[in-house]
């Protein structure tokens, strides 16, 4: 092959590999987890990234978390997201693990059972106001009785149980999931785009 044909292609190769790396460069990336803190104001949302590739069996464990400016578009913005600290409820062994703030670490609790339903669907008149159509309000921290009553609807459990007193004391938004979000970014702490995954139930807490 002639030495300028060979010049020729070399230069064409350069130049489409660049156009490669920009083309990388404008798609952006995807990052999921579940909110944790949500500042209207500042226009921030803090997560805890899902580290599990299995959408259906999330793993809330990534540290430390991530904070994303939201979208300044409205357009971009799913529903406002619902901050919360509780990470995952393992039934089985009756341990609840929460994210806290003050450690920056979670903490795994183990609880005692007081009382539990399952297959409770969202539409169960134990968590759905008849009256007002709307789901009820969870958790329900009892400060008399020393209980604490949480409504997962990814697992349609109602759990009732009891902690030790040194985490009872702690905010109501301990025991509650935050909203599992979707952002599209192409710039580092910068959503383009943001959905509220929990709200649009593509799938459920």
Request: some cysteine.
């Amino acid at each position: 092959m002639p030495r300028k044909v060979n010049q020729l292609m070399s230069a064409l190769a350069v130049l489409l590999l660049a156009a490669l790396l920009a083309g990388c460069q404008q798609m952006g990336r995807v990052d999921q987890g579940r909110v944790i803190e949500f500042n209207k104001e500042k226009g921030t949302v803090t997560m805890i990234r899902d580290a599990s590739p299995n959408p259906d069996k999330p793993d809330y464990s990534h540290l430390p978390p991530v904070t994303y400016q939201v979208p300044k578009n409205p357009d971009e913005m799913g529903p406002d997201p619902k901050p919360g600290k509780r990470m995952k409820l393992d039934a089985n062994n009756r341990e609840i693990v929460i994210y806290v703030p003050a450690l920056n670490n979670f903490a795994k609790i183990n609880y005692t059972l007081v009382d539990q339903k399952e297959n409770v669907s969202p539409d169960d008149p134990l968590v759905l106001d008849n009256v007002t159509g709307k789901p009820k309000t969870f958790p329900v921290v009892d400060q008399y009785r020393k209980t604490i009553t949480i409504y997962s609807k990814r697992q349609k459990t109602l759990t009732t149980f009891s902690v030790p007193d040194e985490y009872f004391a702690l905010p109501a938004d301990t025991w509650d999931s935050g909203d599992d979000v979707r952002i599209y970014y192409k710039e580092e702490g910068k959503a383009s785009r943001l959905m509220n995954v929990s709200k649009t139930d593509i799938f459920k807490k």
